[in-house]
């Protein structure tokens, strides 16, 4: 394990920073006895080609467990940039402080004004109630928490700009958790030292989904955290593009399939509509927002909720009721949250509304403008998370 902190000569808390020569830091070795400010053990200041410099424990023991990682290299660099950063832009920063009212030891603990911020840097998965557990804590003790996620490899530094791209269940959980401009991932890349912002996620199906990326170095960032500027047209444009492009992709991708005998409920269900999968309105796939929750491409439950609803005895959308859209998800879909799926159908129901669609008139019937639809594609590209 690999921290950055220890007490020196039982006396004074010291933490490696770049700036430290490793002359100055062979001299300390030499001449100080470093301990461990949770257990109290001995530390050995570590001055290997490997790894940055560092302290390790010289007997083994479980201390780790009130870190939320175990250390990795790339997560002790982070984490002295970090520290770096919050000292610049005017925070009190202690590195790895233990606080043991709750056990944990934050990567670190930021003071502003009279805020107080625990901040961990993650570079690893680690169960989502494992961070929910630490976040209660740090409520506990009036600390806000920030959780700032290592850059995905698969987002490079030159995929800047508007983007199609695959996000872990893991990385999802912390969709808009933070108030940073609605459905955000904010991430941090030591190997440049900048700050990856993963915003206006929109969902596509499973862990599919259109994000714009921006970089901003720790030079140029702040604190609180630069936010998010809303879309430009040329960018909105530019969704819908990609968006329709992977829709059709996926559309046609199915029809493939189907020649090879595969049984397919949306085949079956476009097949009763009478309507060919390719030329399904755009309506149907249409983006909403937090739809992550449902794991089934967003063509398959839409098509799946309108032919459901068309087959029943009363129909109007005005009046379904919570446990009709309960009953619905339990048989088409795969869900990860069933409350906020519940939620993601309504909104649906409700654009299904705004845009004057009859549910007792087939869909090959009744004629939706494109504008129209594309007027609420806009809406939902800009709007905040969480709405209702
Ligand atoms: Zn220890």
């Not at 056990?103 to 989502?128: G, H, T």
């Not at 879309?231 to 399939?257: A, G, P, V």
Request: hydrophobic residues 40%.
């Amino acid at each position: 394990m690999y921290i950055l902190t220890a007490y020196k000569d039982n006396k004074e808390i010291f933490t490696v920073t770049r700036q430290m020569t490793r002359e100055q830091l062979v001299f300390l070795r030499n001449t100080s006895h470093f301990t461990c400010p949770q257990c109290e053990t001995s530390l050995r200041l570590k001055l290997g080609k490997v790894v940055i410099p560092h302290f390790a424990h010289i007997v083994l023991t479980n201390c780790l467990t009130s870190f939320s990682e175990r250390e990795s290299p790339t997560h002790l660099i982070g984490k002295q940039q970090l520290a770096e950063f919050f000292t610049r832009v005017g925070c009190d920063v202690s590195v790895e402080a233990y606080l043991p009212k709750i056990s944990q030891r934050p990567d670190l603990l930021v003071k502003r004004n009279k805020e107080i911020y625990a901040v961990e840097f993650q570079c690893s998965v680690m169960p989502i109630d494992d961070v929910i557990k630490r976040n209660q804590g740090y409520l506990k003790i009036k600390t806000r928490s920030i959780w700032l996620l290592r850059t995905p490899l698969n987002i490079q530094i030159n995929e800047i700009g508007i983007t199609y791209l695959k996000i872990s269940k893991f990385i999802q959980n912390f969709i808009g958790i933070q108030s940073i401009s609605g459905a955000t991932i904010l991430t941090y890349d030591p190997t440049t030292c900048q700050f990856i912002y993963i915003s206006h996620l929109m969902h596509i199906s499973g862990t599919s989904f259109i994000a714009k990326i921006r970089s901003l170095s720790t030079k140029q960032q702040t604190f609180p955290f630069a936010q998010v500027k809303p879309l430009t047209l040329t960018e909105s444009k530019q969704y819908w593009s990609i968006f329709q492009h992977k829709r059709n992709r996926f559309l046609r991708t199915r029809i493939r399939m189907n020649k090879h005998g595969v049984k397919d409920r949306l085949l079956k269900h476009c097949y009763e509509q009478q309507l060919r999968p390719e030329n399904l309105p755009l309506y149907i796939g249409f983006p909403i927002s937090e739809s992550e929750t449902i794991q089934n491409h967003l063509v398959e439950w839409q098509l799946a909720l309108i032919y459901t609803l068309s087959n029943q005895q009363h129909r109007d959308i005005d009046y379904i009721s919570d446990l009709w859209i309960e009953s619905f998800i339990l048989a088409q879909c795969k869900v990860f949250h069933l409350e906020k799926a519940k939620l993601v159908v309504r909104r649906y129901c409700r654009f299904l509304q705004v845009i004057n669609f009859n549910i007792n008139e087939s869909i090959s019937e009744q004629f939706i403008s494109d504008s129209k639809i594309l007027d609420h594609f806009e809406e939902v590209i800009v709007a905040k998370r969480c709405e209702n």
